[in-house]
């Protein structure tokens, strides 16, 4: 152990985030309690000596030794005696009853000697190199006593002639009680730390206040219903009522999780000026108290509303003449704060809400503001037609487009943080096109501080699975994905580059845009005004030795070539079409000029997918399906059984919707000497498909109607997405 007790705030942090944020302390974890509680007790107490012992095998050992440098002074001599003397002492056990700290532990009470009282003749016998004017020695106790704290003299500097007092023995009491509990959990396993002496912990070392019971009427219930169940439970963020215009006093489990604060600061946009402590007992209960007859769906899910109402009333009171100090002409410039305060707005409640494209659309009499969240458009707020030119020109600046040009449409790219002060770092993919009441605005939200999903997280059957990995691990050849936008070929693949990530193995990707960052692979951005496409990026790959190669799309005969002819050569090439299932991607190639034979010797498989969305756990109703439905899972999977559907009206967890996330379903056809015959051949799609199912291969709508019978979709979302199969 250390022989210094001064540790400094972010080591503290640091520690103690390590002991709290295990949900079962390893042994080796105490020294790092033991440290802490040092560190608070030499703090506290100003103490010139601080010793920890423990009880190990009916022993007494030291622990932790710590002297202070006005011990020495400048004498070095000195020093390094002391130092030599803490060697020693670490090394050192006691038999059981040896000298006061002995008796502490025997007897389980403190002591407290000093130089004026009765004791003085004691003192003068210590041998530990220095004067002692004045001793305190608590029990570290808990249902048995497993060691003591001992503390000798105060520092000069306290002014109190090296004497403790009764208010010191207090505070050491304290510290030990709190400290003794941490310590018994890692040294006993059985030993049960309740949550009220954890928060008990966190609250004295992050010196908080702690709250074990919320008095009523002590939380303001408006503020607590409009951050939301799913907010607070995210991020263990319990608001209690606001200060002033922007800020909030907030109860937490962890006050030093500064990534919930930050997260929860950022959905509700209210600044947390106040934390205290509380056990995660109590935060459970605060929950089932305000939320057990939560009937009001939040109007999108896991998102604390970020109130754009207020601004987009403000724009349209402006028009219809009840407007204050904005004027109707203030807002037909791209300029105006209510316009550039608006466009943000959008962005971020979009972003908080789990948006993946926004939707800027002029109608006849109005602008409409819609999301696309889990693969469905809604509908978010309408604006005056008289801000269409303003909120368009507005985005066209941001992402550098011709603001003049309105008649051809363009594509373009938001970095959003260079308008935001919001921890927000996202780009959003833009693509402009005239219509006939205006300029239509499309955003993709592309999330740079999304982590890709392992995975068996996609929606993988157990025996796609097993033969994706099998694919992806093949030394060479072709893996396709095809599918519509917004499918989820883009995170498979990159699921399965960071599966095969890694040291010797040379990934390098061209993708445009790049989605998302992966520590260890290559990647590259396509420039087509440059002229860096696919295909002059894949030339350019083919030289620099790799081993898996990604190309975000085969768009056109050039890229198909140069593709089929790095799997050809020894390279593993990994790349997404857009076809409906997988034996058409088949097809799809040939169209763009590949020889089948060359299809054939370079094909390990295609994927087809879909994204469906999960029904809701929470409210999600089961039924016996009857006629058609019932004759549709039969038919494909070959049973009959009790399926879910969404609850009318859905839930507060779902927004209303019966929905909450989405799942994968895929068509994995892998390549088999059948399969390459039927290809040689140029067979049929019809025939393809045939001789790839009768080789294993799932449908997408069978796949869909596994997860149809799994309970995670709806019959009715499946067939909205997959037909039933013509040929089943």
């Known amino acids: 152990m250390a022989t210094s007790s001064n540790l400094t705030g972010t080591l503290r942090r640091s520690l103690l985030i390590k ?84 008796k502490v532990i025997q007897t389980g009470e403190p002591m407290f000697f000093s130089n004026k009282g009765p004791e003085a003749a004691s003192l003068k016998n210590m041998n530990v190199g220095f004067e002692v004017s004045s ?15 001992q503390v000798l003299n105060k520092e000069p500097s306290a002014g109190t002639g090296g004497q403790f007092t009764q208010k010191d023995l207090g505070v050491l009491r304290e510290v030990a009680e709190y400290s003794s509990t941490l310590i ?25 206040p702690l709250v074990t019971k919320l008095e009523e009427g002590e939380a303001d219930e408006k503020l607590v219903e409009v951050t939301g169940d799913a907010v607070i439970r995210r991020e263990c963020v319990f608001p209690v009522k606001k200060i002033g215009n922007n800020g909030v006093a907030v109860l937490m489990t962890n006050p030093l999780d500064y990534a919930k604060r930050e997260s929860f600061q950022q959905a509700t946009e209210l600044h947390i000026e106040e934390v205290r402590v509380i056990p995660a007992s109590l935060l459970e209960e605060l929950l089932k108290k305000y939320f057990k007859d939560s009937k009001t769906p939040a109007k999108t899910p896991d998102a604390a509303d970020v109130d754009i109402d207020e601004v987009a009333d403000l724009i349209g009171s402006a028009y219809t003449g ?113 219509m006939k009441d205006g300029e239509k605005v499309v955003m993709r939200i592309l999330d740079k501080q999304k982590s890709t999903l392992p995975l068996p997280a996609l929606g993988f059957s157990d025996e796609n699975l097993a033969k994706y990995r099998e694919c992806i691990r093949q030394p060479y050849g072709m893996i396709l994905h095809c599918g519509p936008t917004g499918s989820g070929k883009s995170m498979t693949l990159y699921s399965a580059l960071g599966e095969i990530n890694t040291p010797d193995v040379n990934i390098q990707t061209a993708e445009d845009p790049i989605e998302y960052t992966l520590a260890g692979i290559n990647q590259m951005q396509m420039n087509r005004q440059i002229g860096l496409t696919f295909a002059r990026a894949l030339r350019c790959y083919l030289r620099m030795d790799p081993d898996v190669i990604l190309v975000g799309e085969i768009r056109d005969e050039e890229t198909a070539g140069i593709a089929v002819e790095a799997a050809l050569t020894g390279h593993l090439l990994v790349s997404t079409l857009h076809t409906n299932d997988a034996p058409s991607t088949i097809a799809r190639l040939g169209e763009m000029g590949i020889e089948v034979f060359n299809i054939s010797a370079s094909l390990v498989c295609v994927c087809a997918q879909r994204l469906l969305r999960r029904v809701c756990k929470n409210c999600k109703v089961k039924y016996v399906p009857e006629g058609r439905e019932k004759s549709i899972l039969e038919k494909a999977i070959g049973w009959s059984g009790e399926i879910y559907k969404i609850a009318p009206g859905g839930c507060h967890i779902c927004g209303g919707t019966g929905y909450k996330g989405r799942v994968g379903i895929h068509e994995l056809m892998t390549n088999s000497e059948e399969l390459t015959e039927a290809i040689n051949k140029e067979a049929e799609v019809a025939e393809l498909k045939r001789v790839a199912m009768k080789n294993g291969m799932k449908t997408l709508h069978q796949d869909s109607m596994l997860k149809v019978k799994m309970g995670l979709t709806t019959m009715e979302d499946a067939l909205a997405n997959v037909p039933p199969d013509l040929i089943l």
């Not at 959990?185 to 908080?208: G, H, N, V, W, Y």
Request: proline share 5%; net charge neutral; charged share 30%.
């Open 184 to 208: 018994q959990r890692m040294l006993d396993p059985k030993f049960q730390l309740s949550a009220e002496d954890t928060a008990k912990f966190i609250a004295k070392f992050t010196d908080l």
């Open 19 to 102: 002991i709290i944020s295990k949900p079962a302390p390893s042994r080796e974890d105490v020294n790092s309690v033991i440290e802490l509680t040092a560190s608070k007790v030499v703090e506290a107490l100003q103490a010139q000596s601080m010793t920890l012992y423990l009880v190990e095998g009916g022993e007494i050992a030291f622990k932790h030794v710590y002297y202070s440098p006005t011990l020495w002074g400048a004498d070095k001599d000195k020093e390094m005696q002391f130092k030599e003397t803490t060697r020693k002492l670490l090394a050192l056990k006691l038999p059981a009853g040896t000298g006061n700290v002995g």
């Open 322 to 434: 009840e407007g204050g100090e904005v004027k109707a002409e203030d807002l037909e410039s791209e300029d105006s704060a209510p316009i550039i305060q608006l466009t943000n707005r959008i962005i971020e409640d979009a972003y908080i809400s789990g948006a993946s494209d926004i939707h800027i659309e002029p109608m006849e009499k109005d602008l409409l503001i819609r999301y696309r969240i889990d693969g469905s458009c809604l509908e978010k707020l309408r604006l005056p037609k008289q801000v269409t030119n303003a909120m368009v020109t507005r985005l066209k600046i941001m992402c550098n487009l011709d603001i003049a040009e309105r008649r051809l449409p363009q594509d373009g790219r938001i970095v959003f943080k260079k308008y935001t002060k919001k921890n927000i770092d996202i780009d959003l993919r833009v693509a402009t096109g005239p």
């Open 135 to 149: 001793m305190l020695t608590v029990p570290l106790k808990t249902n048995i006593v497993i060691g003591a704290i």
